[in-house]
């Protein structure tokens, strides 16, 4: 898988985790940041549609997609894309399998082992310290009571540079999350039919390598010399 679109990936499910979570406007961003934690560590299930559009740097070119994603915590997720783009990601106990049914290829990355995903990590087992990896850099409420919040990254080689979330001032769902990679890439993601804590069975998180695909492993292992 290229560089770009393993980033890509990453990036998305990274927006999601960190995009289901209340806030209050008004509140000192230490605050924003324990309520953001309280709630990550409160949920056991979490399914939801979603729709995406991706920009890419230099062409411009605007890639749209639609889905539903689930996620099972400690450790596991599940993305299924409907229309647009014709792919499944899953998630397990730090393996993530990229399937691309359209390439019959299928890339088995073991997300330990990846540079800049620890901040992925961190929140899909459960340990993820919000205090320690961003900072919360705005919150601004616009005139229809939605709460605009930016998260910076900590890490200095972190592969995006922002992270914002559209909360509904009300309910404190999130509607929209967004972030700008450091290569320019800009991705937007919409949320629909929220719903927290729902039965999920386990086969939903199992991945069976279909016959016939090729396989790609990541990141490749070295050669003995």
Same mark, same amino acid.
């Given at each position: 898988?290229?560089?770009?679109?393993? #980033? /890509?990936?990453?990036?998305?499910?990274?927006?999601?985790?960190? %995009?289901?979570? $209340?806030?209050?406007? =008004?509140? $000192?961003?230490?605050?924003?940041?324990?309520?953001?934690?309280?709630?990550?560590?409160?949920?056991?299930?979490?399914?939801?549609?979603?729709?995406?559009?991706?920009?890419? $740097?230099?062409?411009?070119?605007?890639?749209? #997609?639609?889905?539903?994603?689930?996620?099972? !915590?400690? %450790?596991?997720?599940?993305?299924?894309?409907?229309?647009?783009?014709?792919?499944?990601?899953? +998630?397990?106990? %730090?393996?993530?399998?990229?399937?691309?049914?359209?390439?019959?290829?299928?890339?088995?990355?073991?997300?330990?082992?990846?540079?800049?995903?620890?901040?992925? !990590?961190?929140? @899909?087992?459960?340990?993820?310290?919000?205090?320690?990896?961003?900072?919360?850099?705005?919150?601004?409420?616009?005139?229809?009571?939605?709460?605009?919040?930016?998260? @910076? &990254?900590? #890490?200095?080689?972190?592969?995006?540079?922002?992270? /914002?979330?559209?909360?509904?001032?009300?309910?404190?769902?999130?509607?929209?999350?967004?972030?700008? =990679?450091?290569?320019?890439?800009?991705?937007? +993601?919409?949320?629909?039919?929220?719903?927290?804590?729902?039965? !999920?069975?386990?086969?939903?998180?199992?991945?069976? +390598? &279909?016959?016939?695909?090729?396989? !790609?492993?990541? $990141?490749?292992?070295?050669? #003995?010399?």
């Amino acid at each position: 898988m290229e560089k770009g679109k393993r #980033a /890509w990936v990453l990036f998305s499910i990274l927006t999601l985790i960190l %995009g289901f979570v $209340p806030t209050t406007d =008004g509140q $000192p961003a230490a605050q924003i940041l324990a309520r953001l934690q309280e709630h990550y560590q409160r949920i056991k299930t979490l399914e939801a549609e979603f729709h995406q559009e991706t920009t890419l $740097p230099i062409t411009s070119r605007v890639t749209r #997609a639609r889905g539903k994603m689930y996620l099972k !915590l400690p %450790g596991k997720m599940r993305w299924e894309y409907w229309e647009g783009q014709d792919k499944l990601v899953v +998630i397990n106990n %730090g393996i993530m399998w990229f399937y691309e049914p359209e390439e019959r290829q299928v890339t088995v990355t073991d997300l330990s082992k990846v540079p800049n995903s620890q901040e992925l !990590l961190t929140f @899909l087992t459960g340990i993820g310290d919000l205090k320690r990896d961003f900072l919360v850099n705005e919150t601004v409420t616009t005139r229809e009571g939605s709460i605009l919040i930016q998260l @910076l &990254p900590k #890490a200095a080689r972190s592969q995006w540079k922002a992270l /914002w979330l559209v909360v509904d001032g009300s309910s404190y769902n999130v509607l929209q999350t967004s972030f700008e =990679g450091i290569q320019g890439e800009k991705t937007i +993601i919409s949320y629909t039919n929220i719903r927290e804590d729902v039965e !999920l069975p386990e086969e939903l998180f199992s991945f069976q +390598i &279909p016959e016939g695909v090729d396989v !790609l492993n990541y $990141p490749t292992e070295e050669k #003995a010399h």
